[in-house]
């Protein structure tokens, strides 16, 4: 009985192993080892890459190159074989609308590559906010990819936003991209050169000249007139919005950046400027009898002051001269005469400019900062708060330039108004107010 138990056992030993041999497939399966069964004659279709990112037309690297209204040369592998237009650039994961459709062109080095143009409208005015605002440096990273329409965008309806479908690979391993020119610094030493100009021409000027000074006296010399708050608020906001049209120009190469808000402060100032030149030439003030009584005095103009000082100073010189005539042998007195009228001349002309002296003194400037908060009678309201409000909205202006790299365009109608309501302030007050 045993002896037959162990027959039976070889028996099924040999029927397995030669189950096995013949169906080895299904002895793998069984097993767990075998691979999902594939068609091993069949070819993958080829991966689109990016292979390098190029300037256009001239084939050199992208990278310190490339900046607004350049085109940035794509070379892919293997060569696409949509339509060039239904490609769509993304730079750091976000697609560059507005741009115009693509188009393929073989480059001076002989490559063949998509080619997109980077230009900023209002299409892509957000995008280029967001990545070029706030700049810290001359140049931002971007990793380049592309996208595929699956049909062509028709006028009937919207273009389909794709997803980022072709990438590439540096040497290093990282996404493919390139250093982006946001400003050269040979066009930012351009920039600042001709604010800086702009700057002189009015600030430096103003030190000597009438530019932002006030001409309530003209005996008094251009340096010692006072500064004006209309016409130095004029001078503030040309300053401003001409300083930043420049940056913006050679930052986005766009002269459209001026935007109304900016236009709006600038006439608000002009205008102000306007009606307090108007109100101190209707009105009678201290600094119009103290002109009349300069000019009782034979002073009507600076030169009129400096030829009384060049009078003194002449019969000065000729003093010794007379004292040693008049000392000498003098029968006739003529010496003596001569003497005695120098000595009145120079006394009437010492009296005609002390007379000067306190009479222009309440109204000889104090420094831009006191000439601008006060009046003959001290620091005024009206004054310091055309001063505050147009420093502190001058201060949002230049943060707004530097973060949205546009002219603020969000000054509402309100901040507007404030600026304007300021200015009717000033003037008004300067009706009962002593110039300063």
Same mark, same amino acid.
């Given at each position: 009985?045993q002896?037959?138990?162990?027959?039976?056992?070889?028996?099924?030993?040999?029927? #397995?192993?030669?189950?096995?041999i013949?169906?080895?497939?299904v002895?793998?399966?069984?097993?767990?080892?075998?691979?999902?069964?594939?068609?091993?004659?069949?070819?993958?279709?080829?991966? !689109?890459?990016?292979?390098?990112? +190029?300037?256009?037309?001239?084939?050199?690297?992208?990278?310190?190159?490339?900046?607004?209204?350049?085109?940035?040369?794509?070379?892919?592998?293997?060569?696409?074989?949509?339509?060039?237009?239904?490609?769509?650039?993304f730079?750091?994961?976000?697609?560059v609308?507005?741009?115009?459709?693509?188009?393929?062109?073989?480059?001076?080095?002989?490559?063949?590559?998509?080619v997109?143009?980077?230009?900023?409208?209002?299409?892509?005015?957000?995008?280029?906010? %967001?990545?070029? *605002?706030?700049?810290?440096?001359?140049?931002?990273?971007?990793?380049?990819?592309?996208?595929?329409?699956?049909?062509?965008?028709?006028?009937?309806?919207?273009?389909?936003?794709?997803?980022?479908? !072709?990438?590439g690979?540096?040497?290093?391993?990282?996404?493919?991209?390139?250093?982006?020119?946001?400003?050269?610094?040979e066009?930012?030493?351009?920039?600042?050169?001709?604010?800086? *100009?702009?700057?002189?021409?009015?600030?430096?000027?103003?030190?000597?000249?009438?530019?932002?000074?006030?001409?309530?006296?003209?005996? +008094?010399p251009?340096?010692?007139?006072?500064?004006?708050?209309?016409?130095?608020?004029?001078?503030?906001?040309?300053?401003?919005? #001409?300083?930043?049209?420049?940056? +913006?120009?050679?930052?986005?190469?766009?002269?459209?950046?001026?935007?109304?808000?900016?236009?709006?402060l600038?006439?608000?100032?002009s205008?102000?400027?306007?009606a307090?030149i108007?109100?101190d030439?209707a009105?009678?003030?201290?600094?119009?009898?103290v002109?009349?009584?300069?000019?009782?005095?034979?002073?009507?103009?600076?030169?009129?002051?400096?030829?009384?000082e060049?009078?003194?100073?002449?019969?000065?010189?000729?003093?010794?001269?007379?004292?040693?005539?008049?000392?000498?042998?003098?029968?006739? *007195?003529?010496?003596?005469?001569?003497?005695?009228?120098?000595?009145?001349?120079?006394?009437?002309?010492?009296?005609?400019?002390?007379?000067?002296?306190?009479?222009?003194?309440?109204?000889?400037?104090?420094?831009?900062?006191? &000439?601008?908060t006060?009046?003959?009678?001290?620091?005024?309201?009206?004054?310091? %708060?055309?001063?505050?409000?147009?420093?502190?909205?001058?201060?949002?202006?230049i943060?707004?330039?530097?973060?949205?790299?546009?002219?603020?365009? &969000?000054?509402?109608?309100?901040? +507007?108004?404030?600026?304007?309501?300021?200015?009717?302030?000033?003037?008004?007050?300067?009706?009962?107010?002593?110039?300063?």
């Amino acid at each position: 009985m045993q002896r037959n138990s162990g027959r039976r056992a070889v028996v099924f030993v040999l029927l #397995f192993v030669l189950g096995a041999i013949g169906h080895p497939a299904v002895a793998l399966q069984d097993s767990g080892n075998a691979p999902p069964q594939s068609d091993a004659n069949a070819q993958a279709p080829a991966t !689109i890459r990016i292979t390098a990112l +190029l300037q256009a037309p001239s084939g050199q690297p992208a990278s310190d190159h490339l900046a607004l209204n350049d085109k940035l040369a794509v070379v892919v592998d293997p060569v696409p074989t949509l339509p060039a237009e239904q490609y769509v650039l993304f730079l750091n994961d976000t697609e560059v609308k507005g741009l115009a459709p693509a188009d393929y062109a073989t480059l001076q080095n002989g490559q063949r590559a998509l080619v997109f143009r980077l230009v900023r409208n209002t299409d892509n005015g957000v995008f280029w906010r %967001q990545m070029l *605002g706030s700049p810290t440096r001359s140049h931002v990273r971007f990793t380049v990819g592309l996208g595929e329409r699956t049909e062509p965008c028709s006028t009937s309806q919207p273009c389909k936003s794709p997803n980022v479908t !072709i990438r590439g690979l540096d040497a290093n391993g990282k996404p493919m991209g390139f250093d982006f020119v946001l400003i050269s610094w040979e066009w930012l030493a351009l920039a600042v050169a001709v604010v800086a *100009g702009a700057v002189a021409m009015i600030w430096g000027h103003a030190r000597n000249n009438t530019t932002l000074r006030d001409n309530l006296l003209p005996q +008094l010399p251009p340096r010692q007139q006072t500064y004006s708050l209309a016409r130095w608020q004029m001078a503030f906001w040309f300053v401003l919005v #001409f300083g930043s049209f420049v940056f +913006l120009y050679v930052l986005l190469w766009d002269y459209n950046t001026v935007s109304t808000q900016a236009l709006a402060l600038m006439g608000i100032s002009s205008a102000t400027a306007l009606a307090a030149i108007a109100v101190d030439a209707a009105k009678d003030s201290p600094a119009d009898a103290v002109n009349r009584a300069l000019q009782a005095l034979g002073l009507y103009t600076h030169a009129d002051v400096l030829r009384i000082e060049q009078e003194l100073n002449d019969r000065k010189a000729q003093m010794p001269i007379a004292q040693r005539e008049a000392d000498a042998h003098d029968p006739a *007195g003529i010496a003596r005469r001569r003497l005695a009228q120098l000595q009145a001349e120079i006394q009437d002309r010492l009296n005609i400019q002390k007379a000067y002296l306190d009479k222009t003194r309440p109204f000889v400037s104090q420094g831009l900062l006191k &000439d601008l908060t006060t009046d003959i009678n001290g620091p005024t309201l009206h004054r310091i %708060q055309v001063l505050c409000w147009t420093v502190a909205l001058g201060c949002v202006f230049i943060i707004g330039v530097y973060r949205d790299l546009a002219m603020p365009p &969000d000054f509402s109608a309100t901040l +507007l108004a404030l600026m304007g309501i300021s200015g009717a302030g000033y003037v008004g007050f300067k009706w009962p107010e002593k110039n300063n």
